[in-house]
């Protein structure tokens, strides 16, 4: 599995729709599990931050299959004119998915099309904090 085929997959799933005074599905997501599985999602964004990311949607579908461990992971959003750009994760996406299976800290995280970064450099203090 390429990364730009990750890339277009996430991107395929990006359709935005009105939810009230909020747009969803503007956010599309695609993960290749370390079984080689993808799974996708799309963000849903609520009233009063009920929503979540998009990446949250494709781990919970990984989750769903029995499944915990994520090889690669990209997060895409597109424009008015269906230009798709890849964003970064969120801060409680990246503590999601450590939190999810602790060796998800070597997942690569594609930031953009020749830029993938291990999520251990997105989260560089990886203590258990709660014993702090
Ligand atoms: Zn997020």
Redesign the pocket.
């Known amino acids: 599995m390429t990364h730009e085929k990750l890339i277009n997959l996430a991107a395929s799933v990006v359709k935005s729709v009105k939810m009230g005074d909020n747009t969803s599905g503007d956010v599309g997501c695609a993960l290749l599990s370390d079984k080689d599985n993808v799974y996708t999602g799309v963000c849903i964004d609520t009233m009063s931050g009920m929503g ?2 998009a ?2 949607a494709a781990i919970a579908a990984m989750v769903t299959a029995q499944e915990y461990k994520i090889k690669t992971i990209v997060a895409v959003w597109k424009n008015e004119k269906g230009e798709a750009h890849v964003l970064h ?2 801060g ?2 990246r503590e ?1 998915m450590r939190q999810v299976n602790k060796e998800n800290m070597e997942t690569d995280v594609i930031l953009g099309k020749n830029r993938v970064v291990k999520l251990k450099t997105l989260l560089p203090y990886e203590d258990d904090f709660s014993k702090a």
């Open positions: 979540f990311c990446e949250h994760p969120c409680r996406c999601f």
